[in-house]
């Protein structure tokens, strides 16, 4: 029987013990707290470090510590994003799953709202959700905004150009113009790294959504589960996206 030296399985248990940011989508999680970072980048670093990238091939799949093992750190990083990401989107069907068919609910929305209701609006966000088929391809904001978010006011340069699955798209910036309030609501967008960074500013009149699983938590999970971008919400007047640049 092979032996396992005792300095390497002290390795792999200090591993275990020690801070891990895991990627999730085009951010970050610390595993444990559940705390969020992002975009997943180089130039932006979680807080509190020094830390080291992990990678697999190209890829930035997580931060530990420096002098961590890098290989076993980047395959835990990569475990612990891919349980992260499954959990949440679990969460977040079940949760529109409960709240889309209550009847109750249906009754005591307006009849713009009453869509909501309908069990196919159900079907067709799962659908969006799994929209990982279509390859991403370089998509200019502007346009897109055309479809999304036609009344909201604009401050954005003509090359912001994303690379992106068009339908998602255009469908997350279309729940986070609804859950910033619609008409009169602000969005800019300026380069940062090798993201855009888009802010979505509430309108004075904004009000909460009758459902709230169809603001902050649909759109983080289809700007950083499936477009691998991040939704930044610290600020609960402003939703920042950040997507990859086209």
Do not use: C
């Amino acid at each position: 029987m092979k032996r396992v030296s005792p300095s390497r399985e002290a390795r792999q248990t200090v591993d275990l013990l020690q801070p891990l940011w895991a990627r999730v989508g085009g951010g970050m999680v610390e595993v444990g707290s559940g705390r969020r970072h992002g975009p997943a980048d180089p130039a932006f670093p979680p807080p509190g470090g020094p830390w080291a990238e992990l990678r697999s091939g190209p890829l930035l799949v997580g931060w530990a510590p420096p002098g961590a093992p890098a290989r076993q750190a980047a395959r835990r990083a990569q475990e612990e994003g891919e349980r992260i990401a499954a959990e949440r989107r679990s969460w977040l069907l079940g949760r529109l799953g409960h709240k889309l068919r209550s009847s109750v609910l249906a009754l005591q929305e307006s009849s713009r709202q009453a869509a909501f209701g309908r069990r196919e609006l159900l079907e067709q966000l799962y659908d969006q959700a799994q929209d990982v088929g279509r390859p991403p391809r370089a998509v200019v904001v502007g346009a897109v905004l055309n479809l999304a978010a036609a009344g909201a006011q604009r401050d954005l340069p003509g090359d912001a150009v994303v690379r992106a699955s068009e339908p998602v798209l255009v469908e997350a910036l279309t729940r986070a113009y609804e859950w910033m309030g619609g008409p009169g609501s602000v969005i800019t967008a300026r380069a940062e790294a090798g993201w855009w960074r888009l802010a979505v500013a509430a309108t004075a009149g904004r009000r909460p959504l009758p459902v709230s699983e169809l603001g902050e938590p649909l759109v983080r999970h289809l700007v950083d589960a499936v477009l691998r971008g991040w939704l930044d919400a610290a600020d609960p007047a402003v939703a920042v996206i950040y997507l990859p640049a086209g």
